[in-house]
């Protein structure tokens, strides 16, 4: 069974930044598609950001575009999101989530097999 736990969450200033990490175990990272999403207090979870099983393609969400970046260190069998520029409205859990299958529409929930847990973002302005 895979399981998937994020760190690196916490409290910063608007304009600063974070860096997330999902670490995988139960199933290499270097075969999954990742991806992160998001959810802030009454609001529906939110695509953030996806990196296809090969590595070939990323994507964003349209409110991240430019100021996040996800890479994947398959050594470490680790998934990242580094979020820079942060804004109060970034505030949200933030989930890690993967696929082994090959998957059409990386930027939906519903694609993914795998979640972490999540990990609270905090963005005060």
């Known amino acids: 069974q895979v399981q998937l736990v994020e760190s690196g969450g916490g409290l910063v200033q608007a304009g600063g930044s974070l860096r997330l990490s999902c670490a995988a175990s139960?199933?290499?990272?270097?075969?999954?598609?990742v991806a992160w999403f998001r959810q802030a207090p009454g609001k529906g979870r939110e695509f953030v950001s996806a990196?296809?099983?090969?590595?070939?393609?990323?994507y964003y969400g349209d409110s991240v575009k430019h100021r996040f970046i996800i890479s994947r260190d398959n050594a470490k069998n680790t998934v990242s999101l580094q979020m820079n520029t942060l804004k109060p409205e970034d505030t949200a859990v933030y989930y890690c989530?993967?696929?082994?299958?090959?998957?059409?529409?990386?930027?939906?929930?519903?694609?993914?097999?795998?979640w972490g847990q999540g990990t609270q973002v905090t963005v005060s302005s």
């Open positions: 989530a993967a696929t082994f299958y090959n998957r059409e529409y990386l930027t939906k929930d519903t694609e993914y097999d795998f």
């Open positions: 139960g199933g290499p990272f270097s075969r999954a598609s």
């Open positions: 990196l296809s099983k090969s590595g070939s393609s990323t």
